[in-house]
């Protein structure tokens, strides 16, 4: 048993960052991604002789965090997203054209539906191939794809109408 701890304890060390990571980019609240990550954490550790089996443990890890990212989203208590800024935003200078991108870019994520969310931060982000996503999430590989192309279509958008604004 101590040993089972040990090797769960180092696997934990090396991979809970990544994992909090995937967490929060699924389900888009830091607050949120740690709750996930413990419910995964949890899962795995009761789990474990069975994720050592498997060949790819963190794989296998990352896909207890994306199930439990998409469950957690359909709890009736997290229906609302959080915010830390107020509706009206102040124009921003040039200097924060970057970090005012990537904010828009991380709102309308957390915006997409779950599923599309997923299937982005997991081809893109993560840099899954179409069939290890669609695995993954339990899907067919036509449903990433779509899924994925929705996405980021509406990242698109976003993008396209911060710039109009700032022109």
């Known amino acids: 048993m101590v040993e089972r701890d040990q090797e769960y304890a180092e696997f934990v060390a090396s991979a809970g960052t ?7 980019l699924v389900c ?4 949120r991604a740690d709750d996930v990550v413990q419910d995964a ?19 296998y890890a990352r896909r207890v965090v994306v199930n439990a990212a998409l469950d957690s989203g359909r ?11 107020p509706p009206d935003r102040a124009q921003q ?12 870019i991380q709102a309308v994520l957390v915006g997409l539906p779950p599923r599309q969310r997923a299937c982005v931060v997991l081809r893109y982000y993560e ?3 179409v069939d290890q ?18 996405g980021l279509a509406t990242l698109r958008n976003a993008i396209d109408q911060a710039r109009e604004r700032r022109s």
């Open 133 to 150: 996503t669609a695995e993954l999430l339990g899907v067919s590989p036509g449903t990433v794809k779509s899924q994925a192309a929705r």
């Open 41 to 59: 954490l949890y899962k795995l550790y009761v789990s474990w002789p069975k994720v050592v089996r498997s060949s790819h443990p963190f794989a």
């Open 93 to 104: 200078s040039d200097s924060s054209a970057a970090h005012a991108d990537r904010d828009e």
């Open 28 to 31: 888009g609240d830091w607050h």
């Open 18 to 24: 990544a994992l909090r990571r995937t967490a929060y």
């Open 75 to 85: 709890r009736p208590w997290r229906r609302e997203v959080p915010t830390d800024r």
């Open 127 to 129: 840099d899954l191939s």
